[in-house]
């Protein structure tokens, strides 16, 4: 039997994965569904985001979806320590490489994005977002106290072909299931990651995927073509950073961070980690506001990608667009339901 492990975590986590278990208690009965304890939450219990224990749960269970970390309770807690450090901590020991992100909008909130209905409308953009590598790892990095009693803080930007590579070769094999394009957004005019990053796309494409149309872009301009003609995109690659800061944008083309889920993916053989892409909503946290779409379709990518039950995920896909055209909004999509009640909306067309 299968096994899914939660990490709820902080802020509105624990609210959109209480949805997640419902869904999955409701459309694939036979999941084991287990919790444990992570971010802040661990923190505060454990002096830990992330322990070893709930660390090896996640490497023995078959697919891990978590909530989101972090919050101004943590703010100070050393930086090795906080929440958001065991979701890096997390990704790492998981080694899932390749973050999935979909900006796809749902026909019924077309008109819910801050674009025009007709910029967005049939929009579906896949982020291969590299997840364990990049200026959020490299060493060294620090807050170092310089001669003269000023400060320094440094961060190291470092790619290696390898990590550059499986990367690509995620975008390139997503687009030939798709519309057969991918863009590599990187900042090779200035950065010798970047430098790097753009020759390694060049030559895998040629050497292994010359039948996909391939685009170099720069990451600022990838930013203002996703505002200005979102759907000239397929599939984007881009690093760490850039993924993290363009992926983050684009939810607002599909009507709300609330709607955008991801797959972290790497060795088929091990479990891919799901979450949305949005973090603990300290805003909202705690009222029963949050949108759990995200959350829920983070619940679908997994269903799709590690647990093999692509019937239960078409499933649950066509139950997320049915409660979407009966016109199911939380706040964040302009309307009244609550946390509990979106669910309810998903639940009731499985
Ligand atoms: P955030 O994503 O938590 O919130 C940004 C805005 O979007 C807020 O106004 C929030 O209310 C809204 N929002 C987010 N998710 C929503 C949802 N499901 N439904 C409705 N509205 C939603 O970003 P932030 O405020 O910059 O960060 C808060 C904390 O979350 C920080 O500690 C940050 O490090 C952490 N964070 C965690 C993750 C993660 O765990 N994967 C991701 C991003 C940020
Ligand atoms: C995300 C978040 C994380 C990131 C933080 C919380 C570490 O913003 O998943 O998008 O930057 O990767
Ligand atoms: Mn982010």
């Not at 909530?67 to 906080?82: E, I, M, S």
């Not at 872009?217 to 881009?238: E, G, H």
Request: charged fraction near 25%; glycine fraction near 10%; aromatic fraction near 6%.
């Amino acid at each position: 039997m299968a096994t899914l492990l939660l990490l709820p975590g902080d802020g509105i986590g624990p609210e959109v994965c209480a949805e997640v278990r419902r869904v999955a208690a409701a459309l694939v009965p036979s999941l084991v569904v287990e919790e444990a304890i992570y971010g802040g939450a661990s923190y505060d219990a454990h002096g830990t985001p992330l322990t070893d224990e709930v660390r090896d749960r996640a490497l023995a269970s078959d697919a891990v979806l978590m909530g989101a970390v972090g919050g101004p309770n943590w703010a100070d807690a050393p930086r090795h320590l906080r929440p958001e450090a065991g979701l890096l901590n997390l990704r790492k020991a998981m080694n899932v490489y390749a973050n999935l992100r979909p900006a796809y909008c749902f026909e019924a909130l077309a008109g819910a994005s801050s674009l025009k209905t007709e910029l967005v409308s049939g929009l579906d953009i896949m982020f291969v977002r590299e997840l364990v590598g990049g200026v959020y790892f490299g060493e060294p990095r620090g807050i170092d106290v310089l001669p003269d009693g000023q400060k320094k803080g440094y961060d190291t930007a470092l790619y290696t072909t390898s990590e550059i590579e499986r990367a690509g070769r995620v975008a390139f094999e997503l687009a030939r299931g798709r519309k057969n394009k991918v863009h590599s957004a990187e900042k090779s005019n200035v950065m010798e990651s970047g430098l790097l990053w753009k020759q390694v796309i060049t030559e895998l494409h040629a050497r292994e995927y010359p039948d996909v149309e391939l685009e170099h872009i720069l990451a600022d301009n990838c930013a203002m073509q996703l505002v200005r003609a979102p759907k000239q995109f397929d599939v984007i690659v881009t690093d760490n950073l850039f993924g993290d800061i363009l992926s983050d944008a684009a939810a607002m083309l599909t009507g709300s961070l609330g709607m955008l889920p991801s797959a972290a993916i790497g060795d088929p053989n091990k479990p891919g980690l799901y979450e949305p892409i949005h973090g603990s909503a300290p805003d909202i946290a705690g009222k029963g506001l949050a949108n759990p779409l995200a959350a829920i379709l983070s619940f679908e990518m997994a269903l799709r990608w590690s647990l093999k039950e692509v019937e239960a995920a078409d499933r649950l896909l066509a139950a997320v667009k049915g409660a979407l055209d009966a016109g199911a909004r939380t706040r964040d999509l302009g309307g009244e339901l609550s946390t509990v009640q979106m669910g309810d909306a998903v639940l009731c067309r499985i």
